[in-house]
């Protein structure tokens, strides 16, 4: 798919009847709403005022979720039958996606996200980013064939599953069959598969010892051979992120895409790939 256009800011003082332009440095903004707003840092990563003031106001104290991923020399090496579900979706390139990310960019990019019809809008630094189903596929290898997963029971499981029954299916023989689902009532393996799912596959930053009913719903999806259309659920977890102060997702799934459409990234703070977030030996054995 050929890229699209790629919009670089031409002079600062530039007014538009939608917004203004970001401020440079000797302009002083007409109603000065944040000391960012006139700096020169904020003329660069914005073509408009009120995007600016959009990142400010709604994204720039947002939490990033850890880009964890999956160690595939250790997971390779086991027999763990989570790690041949998770091929057999077709789901290994997307866990084992180690790269950097650009915290800044991070945020600048969901505060510029619109999702519509499964495409994908940002722009960082002034350059659009548009990413259709076909270019989101080549770049993270995610399927797009099954249910449209949105946390509840999909339509075309509603005849076949049974929250009881799922619990029984995943929980271990000490385990109670009603109230909350803590993780240590799972099996060994099913523990190593629901964390995954809340670390890589749908992240969240809180109560990670419970299994959630969506959890649960799609431990059954897998250990049944239901089909997932994960683009649409990547995606739909990407849109769920703009609600207020929600936490931020996927930050190594934004370095493909601001690398993809060649955002200026050589002067950009960035944090490292860490050993902390790789999910292993170490995670594994913590589980007893």
């Not at 000797?26 to 600016?52: G, K, N, V």
Request: aromatic share 12%.
């Amino acid at each position: 798919m050929a890229e699209s256009s790629k919009k670089r800011k031409g002079s600062s003082s530039t007014t538009a009847v939608a917004g203004h332009r970001c401020h440079g440095p000797s302009e002083a903004p007409t109603t000065p709403i944040h000391p960012s707003l006139s700096s020169p840092r904020s003329s660069t990563l914005f073509s408009f005022d009120d995007q600016c003031l959009r990142y400010l106001s709604q994204f720039s104290s947002r939490i990033i979720l850890d880009p964890k991923y999956l160690d595939i020399d250790f997971f390779n090496d086991e027999t763990f039958d989570c790690y041949q579900v998770f091929q057999n979706s077709s789901l290994v390139d997307f866990m084992s996606l180690k790269l950097p990310y650009y915290p800044e960019l991070v945020k600048v990019f969901y505060s510029n996200l619109k999702i519509q019809d499964g495409i994908i809008s940002s722009e960082v630094h002034g350059i659009s980013m548009i990413i259709d189903q076909s270019l989101f596929f080549s770049l993270t290898k995610l399927p797009s064939q099954g249910a449209p997963f949105k946390g509840t029971i999909a339509d075309d499981w509603k005849f076949d599953y049974s929250s009881h029954d799922a619990r029984r299916m995943v929980c271990n023989d000490q385990a109670e069959m009603t109230g909350r689902l803590l993780v240590g009532s799972l099996t060994f393996d099913n523990r190593i598969m629901h964390y995954i799912i809340v670390r890589i596959l749908l992240p969240r930053s809180s109560n990670l010892a419970q299994a959630s009913e969506e959890d649960l719903i799609l431990m059954w999806a897998f250990l049944t051979g239901r089909q997932i259309d994960w683009a649409h659920l990547v995606r739909y977890r990407m849109h769920k992120a703009l609600r207020a102060n929600a936490p931020l997702p996927y930050p190594q799934l934004v370095n493909l895409f601001l690398r993809h459409f060649q955002i200026p990234l050589d002067d950009e703070p960035f944090v490292q790939v860490k050993r902390s977030f790789a999910i292993g030996v170490g995670a594994v054995t913590s589980f007893g």
